[in-house]
């Protein structure tokens, strides 16, 4: 099972990002449940990462292992990061729905935000 942990700040905006494990779904095609969690969430962490003037940190520490967090970033950005936010956490209950038991994801809002 992949652990995901995602924090959003008071706006919907995620914050930061800990993923760890294996989907553990698998068929004589592969593992469509752990290609999708893995694509989504390098996607999204290249994505923040590539914006100007942002500051991010992250790390893929081996195989199932991935961790963002964004340190600093421009005022008036947070339309853009709520709705990369809300494609990652509607992504992520389609892929819980497709594949159930394949992931365990815990939100958690940030009282003083980023």
């Known amino acids: 099972m992949v652990q995901i942990v995602v924090h959003l700040n008071k706006n919907g905006c995620v ?5 760890h ?4 779904y698998s068929s ?9 969690v893995t694509l989504l969430s390098r996607s999204v962490a290249r994505l923040v990462a590539s914006r100007a003037g942002w500051t ?13 967090a964004i340190i600093r970033r421009p005022r008036g950005t947070d339309d853009w990061l709520r709705g990369v936010s809300e494609i990652l956490l509607q992504a992520l209950a389609d892929i819980d729905e497709e594949y ?11 009282s003083n935000g980023t």
């Open 15 to 19: 914050s930061t990002m800990r993923m």
């Open 28 to 36: 004589s095609e592969g593992n469509p449940a752990c290609a999708a």
């Open 56 to 68: 991010v940190e992250g790390s893929t520490r081996g195989p199932g292992n991935l961790s963002l």
């Open 100 to 110: 159930p038991g394949s992931i365990s994801l815990r939100l958690e809002e940030m």
């Open 21 to 24: 494990g294996h989907a553990g």
